[in-house]
């Protein structure tokens, strides 16, 4: 029998938990026994102490994440077409107190490998020359839940959440003025635990985040996560409530964060049709494939969004690499880009319309006057 076969799985899985914990992965190598490396596998980091209370709530058989589960499952949306959060992989990923760790939400050390250290500290570098709202300072790092930080002599403690964080909040705001749209309300697709609702509304007091997600893992994890933060203008929309919720509000941008390129097709247009629905002019999405945005389906073939886009009238007006210094995305060893596509109005032929000239300004937002209060969800939470 294989060494690695000795334990059951349930025991065996157990044991790597609690590693991971550490940072550390347990694999075989051959002819060499027991090594550990934290650069390949889901770890967080424990040396910050859950708040009172966080282990016992946050359970995999917490009644409100069964009742959320029970309702996603019931709700047979389009949005719930996964091909990559699926159970197994979630079982395999998260650990629910430890939710910020590297695992499927944000990877913090598996992107980067044994560099990553030193690589944070040339990203931090990087955002202090164009950090003119002081983001770095303002919004800060306290390494809950198990996210990795990283702390250089001189400098604020930051992580991969606030640093990518405040990266996409100012691509925002040079082509949207974001942080002067205090009445905007925003709707995150994808939002997971809510890493970008947190500092979007800390970075822009007055703005309305309202997050959005087809797992219902990560809406558990999202309502408590805005709840411990004490987020007031961030909102959790279950999945079966999204479209009521949506009719509430004047939606002025919505964001997509490394998800639809890790779901369907048929995921894909239940969003896109949700946004045309509710007549949403903008959209923001990092994808994971540099610029090119491609679905993932359950036979891991991948199909373009792009047309997608085009046949419900949304046109790429932006498109940058999310490092502006051009030497940034070799030394991270990262090419994501930032992408926005607005609905503009349709030629007289019905035709799309073309993308405006490149560094032209955006639409003017709607009247705010038309954005209606945030409504109180129908569920509680246990």
């Excluded at 590693?19 to 770890?43: F, H, I, N, W």
């Excluded at 979630?90 to 490998?113: A, C, H, K, M």
């Excluded at 639809?260 to 990092?286: A, C, I, N, Y």
């Excluded at 030629?347 to 003017?364: I, T, V």
């Amino acid at each position: 029998m294989r060494p690695h076969r000795l334990l059951p799985g349930p025991l065996r899985r157990r044991v790597r938990r609690l590693l991971a914990r550490s940072g550390y992965e347990v694999k075989r190598v051959r002819g060499a026994g027991v090594v550990v490396d934290q650069y390949r596998r889901p770890s967080f980091d424990v040396s910050t102490e859950l708040p009172e209370g966080a282990g016992d709530y946050l359970r995999p058989d917490n009644p409100r994440l069964a009742e959320l589960r029970k309702r996603y499952a019931a709700a047979d949306s389009p949005m719930s077409a996964h091909s990559v959060w699926t159970g197994d992989y979630l079982r395999d990923e998260l650990d629910l107190p430890w939710f910020r760790g590297d695992n499927s939400y944000v990877y913090q050390f598996r992107n980067l490998g044994s560099d990553a250290r030193m690589k944070y500290y040339v990203y931090l570098r990087d955002l202090a020359t164009r950090d003119p709202a002081d983001l770095l300072q303002r919004l800060g790092e306290d390494g809950r839940f198990g996210c990795w930080t990283f702390h250089y002599e001189g400098w604020p403690r930051v992580s991969r959440d606030l640093l990518d964080s405040i990266n996409e909040l100012y691509f925002l705001d040079r082509r949207l003025q974001l942080l002067s749209h205090r009445d905007w309300t925003v709707l995150d697709i994808g939002a997971g635990y809510g890493r970008l609702a947190h500092r979007a509304t800390s970075a822009v007091p007055g703005i309305v985040w309202l997050c959005a997600d087809a797992v219902p893992e990560s809406s558990f994890l999202c309502e408590y996560y805005l709840r411990h933060r004490g987020v007031t203008g961030a909102h959790m929309l279950p999945l079966d409530e999204i479209d009521a919720r949506l009719s509430e509000h004047r939606i002025d941008l919505a964001v997509n964060v490394h998800s639809f390129s890790e779901t369907t097709e048929q995921s894909v247009r239940g969003w896109l049709d949700l946004l045309v629905k509710h007549h949403v002019p903008r959209l923001f999405v990092v994808p994971n494939d540099g610029d090119r945005l491609l679905t993932r389906e359950p036979d891991r073939t991948r199909r373009p969004i792009d047309p997608l886009l085009a046949e419900r009238g949304y046109t790429r007006t932006a498109c940058e690499p999310i490092f502006l210094d051009r030497s940034m995305p070799r030394i991270m060893g990262m090419d994501d880009h930032f992408l926005l596509y607005e609905r503009l109005p349709r030629e007289p032929d019905g035709s799309a319309p073309s993308a405006p000239p490149a560094g032209s300004a955006p639409p003017a937002p709607p009247d705010p006057s038309r954005r209606a209060p945030p409504a109180a969800s129908s569920s509680t939470s246990s």
